[in-house]
């Protein structure tokens, strides 16, 4: 009895002291990987999709190298034109626009992308011609689309102010104004016309700004142009960061 024991008591001691299987670790997971964000598309490159229609009335303003002025648009003056241009500033076509033609007494003319992939995506986004309004004329001060003799319907992007009274030069070939500067037309006078029209627009088109940085130097170029908010638009509420106070309005009575 007593060997017995003493077995039973070393078997037990055996099994006590053998440790139990370790259980064997699941592989770690492989860390996900990052998800590639698609690259931004730029809208300027799909002229196909910037059709918004243009309010009423709405006033743009140009900051330039030479200072600022503000245009006016009068949708009713030309309402395809009237939209296009809304299109362009809200998608910032003009930034960095040269101001690459300026005949005295006649037009400053801009509107060619800086950025020639820009410039070849609105080579062919054309809109069709405004009928001229019958009050409303090319006078010194109004915005107007510029656009070849031929073919008809061919306007883009490109635009001139009338710096002197074209009315009888212009009115006849259909160039229907939708704007005119209210503010700091004295820039628009003043901006940089000594290069006159030697600056090439086949050139303009091809290699963009690069082109007239080097070649033209001293033009003045838009820094910014920005749709205004309408007058008499509600600025945005600001939260209060008083505390709360209790009303001290009386409670109501029931009748």
Do not use: C
Not at 32 to 58: I, R, Y
Not at 80 to 87: Q, S, V
């Amino acid at each position: 009895m007593k060997a017995l024991i003493v077995l039973l008591a070393t078997g037990t001691v055996m099994l006590a002291q053998t440790p139990p299987p370790t259980k064997s670790a699941a592989p770690a997971a492989k860390p996900a990987a990052p998800v590639a964000k698609a690259p931004a598309v730029n809208p300027l490159l799909h002229p196909e999709t910037l059709k918004a229609k243009a309010p009423d009335s709405f006033k743009v303003k140009f900051t330039t190298t030479h200072g600022d002025f503000v245009v006016e648009v009068h949708r009713d003056w030309s309402p395809l034109g009237a939209d296009r241009f809304y299109n362009l500033v809200k998608n910032r076509f003009f930034t960095n626009a040269a101001f690459f033609r300026i005949v005295p007494n006649f037009i400053v003319q801009f509107g060619m992308a800086p950025d020639p992939k820009v410039g070849a995506a609105w080579e062919n986004a054309t809109i069709k011609d405004d009928p001229m309004k019958a009050t409303v004329h090319n006078t010194k001060g109004t915005l107007v689309y510029a656009k070849p003799e031929m073919p008809a319907n061919a306007r883009t992007t490109q635009l001139f102010i009338n710096i002197g009274d074209n009315t009888r030069s212009l009115d006849p070939q259909g160039f229907s104004p939708f704007a005119e500067v209210t503010e700091g037309m004295d820039i628009v006078l003043g901006l940089y016309s000594g290069y006159g029209e030697r600056p090439d627009q086949g050139h303009i088109t091809a290699e963009g700004k690069a082109y007239l940085d080097k070649n033209f130097p001293k033009l003045d170029m838009v820094k910014s142009a920005v749709i205004l908010p309408a007058e008499g638009a509600a600025a945005p509420a600001m939260k209060s960061t008083a505390p709360a106070t209790k009303s001290t309005a009386a409670p109501a009575v029931k009748k």
